[in-house]
């Protein structure tokens, strides 16, 4: 939890070693998950790799009992699962109403658990700077409020829905075409196949909407009086587009994205440290 922030917003404590790759070219590589963790347990001790654990516990369990609340207020009238060709409108209609609905249940509980999240992150990127603003739940609650007013809870906010709005549409839909058109109905394991496709899909879409995460992850600590949140490791963004076109210039969309064989680019290879 704590090493994948920390490499979202940048932080490479740890020098790149030469490695090579498939084709026996040297290239640099950041460290990895292993590395990178035993990192944080020599400066921070075995709990540090649980910072920001706590809120980000209530926040899940926010969003679940949120989901559940707004599911039972708002009851999707089971329908007919169709996979014939020649109900495809029938089909697609359905496809869309499910995901209307999902989508619903979905902000609604990002609203409502998005504040925890937030001291969640602040928590987290604490470790930077070596910091002890945000020290508990209430505390920081208290801070936020006091400092940023209301609007600081949610912070990062917009990104966060349109990622998993988008996520939601982009997943399902190919799901269905996929289930329409390339699985056939007359095939023996049609039903397993199709059973798996929306698994896929997921996996697939995560990876395209993953900036949007990052990006409202970064502006969840920018400009919040943390030392990760300030340059040099980032401007202080005026608003999440900002954050966007900044990372995109920069190539850093993905940054974070994976744990495993990170290769560096070599213009950006080393990160502040101090």
């Given amino acids: 939890l704590l090493m994948g922030f920390l490499l979202q917003v940048g932080h490479e404590p740890l020098p790149p070693t030469v490695g090579r790759n498939v084709l026996g070219r040297k290239v640099l590589?950041?460290?990895?998950?292993?590395?990178?963790?035993?990192?944080?347990?020599?400066?921070?001790g075995k709990r540090g790799l649980f910072r920001g654990l706590t809120p980000?516990?209530?926040?899940?369990?926010?969003?679940t009992i949120t989901r559940g609340s707004v599911k039972k207020a708002f009851p999707l009238e089971d329908m007919e699962h169709v996979s014939n060709k020649d109900d495809v409108k029938t089909s697609l209609r359905k496809v869309v109403k499910e995901t209307s609905h999902e989508m619903m249940m979905q902000c609604v509980s990002r609203v409502v658990s998005h504040p925890l999240h937030?001291?969640?992150?602040r928590c987290m990127v604490q470790f930077v700077g070596r910091?002890?603003?945000?020290?508990?739940?209430?505390s920081a609650i208290g801070r936020i409020?006091?400092?940023?007013?209301?609007?600081?809870?949610?912070?990062?906010l917009v990104p966060h829905i349109l990622g998993d709005v988008i996520f939601l549409w982009c997943c399902n839909l190919l799901a269905h075409f996929i289930n329409t058109y390339a699985v056939d109905d007359n095939f023996s394991q049609a039903s397993v196949i199709r059973s798996y496709t929306k698994f896929v899909m997921g996996i697939a879409v995560s990876m395209l909407t993953y900036p949007f995460l990052l990006?409202?992850?970064?502006?969840?600590?920018?400009?919040?009086?943390?030392?990760a949140g300030l340059?040099?490791?980032a401007p202080a963004f005026t608003s999440w587009i900002h954050c966007w076109r900044y990372l995109s210039a920069q190539g850093q969309l993905f940054r974070g994205s994976s744990?495993?064989?990170?290769?560096?680019?070599?213009?950006?290879?080393?990160?502040p440290i101090d």
């Fill in 118 to 121: 937030v001291i969640s992150m």
């Fill in 259 to 271: 744990l495993l064989f990170r290769r560096a680019p070599v213009p950006a290879a080393c990160f």
């Fill in 29 to 44: 590589y950041l460290p990895g998950f292993f590395t990178y963790a035993r990192h944080i347990v020599e400066v921070d």
């Fill in 231 to 233: 340059p040099p490791y």
């Fill in 215 to 227: 990006v409202g992850d970064l502006m969840a600590v920018n400009n919040c009086g943390l030392r």
């Fill in 56 to 63: 980000r516990l209530i926040s899940s369990t926010l969003s």
């Fill in 145 to 156: 409020f006091k400092e940023e007013g209301i609007l600081g809870f949610f912070v990062g």
């Fill in 131 to 138: 910091e002890v603003k945000y020290s508990g739940v209430f």
